[in-house]
């Protein structure tokens, strides 16, 4: 761990922390630990840029002054690459909607805190943006064309080109750049988040706190809207989008006179681009970095793009009818999620998790078993403190096994197995196929790959899937 961490800490609380622990990154070229003595705990920071740390810093102190809730910082290191802030917990909004996003359905606390953080973001964007020095801003001071084209070009190169999908450069450019224009009509002085979204709101005591706010510039309000309320993976059903926006528009009365209708309609055309600009990097992450999350992604950010085709379609006709194409490749169709749906083939897949300490998971079709894989081959999260708590499905553990890179040869050889068996399954009109994932606990490792082969199946095959994480619990349907 850096030194410099533990000697803040020491000057900070008069002693050395008892403890240090390394937290997930979340794919952040930033450094996390928990730093803790029995009367004292703290977030420690080492990263790379020092310029970024200063802006976050800086930022924090300005944003306390304003009454927004944001982590303190304490103390920073004189070579500006590591600091100490306030340690808000482990859970985030993101964290706290999990069985919404699961089932689908969320629940009345949690539309009331998704309301309770969209109320605070106001405030940030008019009391934020007011005494800041935006000259200060990362990578440029203000959404601009300039950065617009380059998401944009994020898009067409890292998502669009490899969807296979034909379309005519110059036509889409002209569009790219009639898209600027109508965006920047609608620039103002707020100050822009940009990345305001689930997983950067930490919950403390009932209450919202935002984190990763360094990339902030001048900008329009409308884009943090568009960014939390359509944020791909939650697919919020429409009655709690429109409530969503309804209680954002409400406080921002409190600073501007807003016009309803207006607004909505700019919001919608900044939706679209933030569509584009998300699956421009689900693009990069999933199909060139090979996270599997991102890919699983698309699907639900396809699903926001074409919702919001109608908003951009008067100014960006081409992209409107080419997107429309775009949105309609089968391989983009969100799963179903309807248990007991009728299927095509025939063939109904069951897809276990198990831990080997308490056996093999029974085949009740009678056919003895299938396809069985150990996992405990790949390094076992469960050796780790911050994961104890976790399992294959979250985030947290998801990114500590694609970081090691192990899990992806081992689930490339798993589908090619599982592609082969399913194709010659279906064409020989069986109905029952079993494959079951085992490790030492049951609840890091085989339920990543569980969750990945179910994920792989229904992507590319009309066929019912049943997931279960026998010593989690857990059953879905695909």
């Not at 917990?89 to 909607?97: A, M, V």
């Not at 969209?118 to 008019?126: A, D, E, G, H």
Request: charged share 25%.
């Amino acid at each position: 761990m850096n030194k410099e961490l533990e000697n803040l800490f020491r000057d900070y609380a008069g002693k050395g922390p008892d403890r240090i622990v390394q937290l997930t990154s979340s794919g952040s070229h930033r450094t996390y630990y928990r730093l803790s003595s029995p009367d004292f705990s703290c977030i420690g920071v080492s990263g790379t840029d020092a310029e970024e740390n200063d802006v976050f810093c800086s930022l924090s102190e300005h944003f306390l002054s304003k009454g927004i809730r944001v982590p303190k910082v304490y103390a920073v290191s004189r070579d500006r690459m590591s600091y100490i802030q306030q340690d808000l917990g482990d859970e985030s909004l993101y964290d706290r909607l999990a069985r919404g996003r699961v089932s689908g359905c969320y629940s009345d606390d949690d539309v009331a805190l998704l309301k309770k953080t969209i109320s605070r973001l106001p405030k940030i964007q008019v009391e934020g943006a007011e005494g800041w020095d935006f000259s200060r801003s990362l990578h440029g001071l203000s959404f601009s064309p300039r950065s617009i084209m380059f998401d944009l070009n994020y898009f067409k190169y890292c998502f669009l080109l490899t969807t296979g999908v034909g379309f005519n450069e110059d036509m889409l450019q002209e569009d790219f750049l009639r898209l600027s224009d109508e965006l920047m009509k609608c620039m103002d002085d707020s100050f822009m988040y940009r990345d305001f979204q689930s997983r950067n709101v930490m919950i403390v005591d009932g209450e919202p706190y935002f984190i990763d706010f360094q990339g902030g510039r001048k900008g329009p309000l409308y884009y943090d809207v568009a960014s939390f309320v359509w944020q791909a993976r939650s697919d919020f059903p429409k009655d709690i989008k429109e409530g969503l926006v309804s209680a954002y528009m409400d406080s921002l009365r409190q600073y501007r006179d807003t016009d309803e209708g207006e607004f909505r309609e700019k919001l919608g055309l900044f939706v679209f681009f933030r569509t584009l600009q998300v699956l421009g990097a689900y693009g990069f992450r999933g199909y060139y970095e090979k996270k599997r999350h991102f890919l699983e992604s698309i699907p639900y950010a396809i699903g926001n793009l074409r919702d919001s085709i109608p908003s951009a379609g008067r100014y960006c006709p081409y992209m409107a009818e080419l997107f429309t194409r775009l949105t309609e490749l089968p391989r983009f169709a969100k799963p179903s999620g309807i248990v007991g749906q009728a299927d095509a083939t025939g063939l109904k897949v069951r897809i276990f998790s198990f831990s080997y300490r308490k056996g093999i998971p029974e085949d009740v079709s009678g056919n003895g078993g299938g396809y069985v894989f150990d996992c405990r081959g790949m390094h076992n999260p469960g050796k780790y403190e911050q994961f104890r708590d976790k399992t294959g499905m979250d985030r947290e553990v998801a990114d500590f096994l694609e970081g090691r890179g192990e899990v992806t040869s081992f689930l490339a050889n798993v589908f090619s197995l599982a592609d082969s068996h399913v194709e010659k399954y279906i064409s020989r009109g069986f109905t029952d196929l079993m494959f079951s994932f085992g490790c030492t606990g049951g609840q890091h490792r085989s339920v990543y790959c569980a969750e990945a082969l179910a994920a792989h199946l229904s992507a590319r095959y009309n066929i019912r899937i049943t997931l279960v994480h026998r010593e989690q619990g857990v059953e879905k349907e695909f």
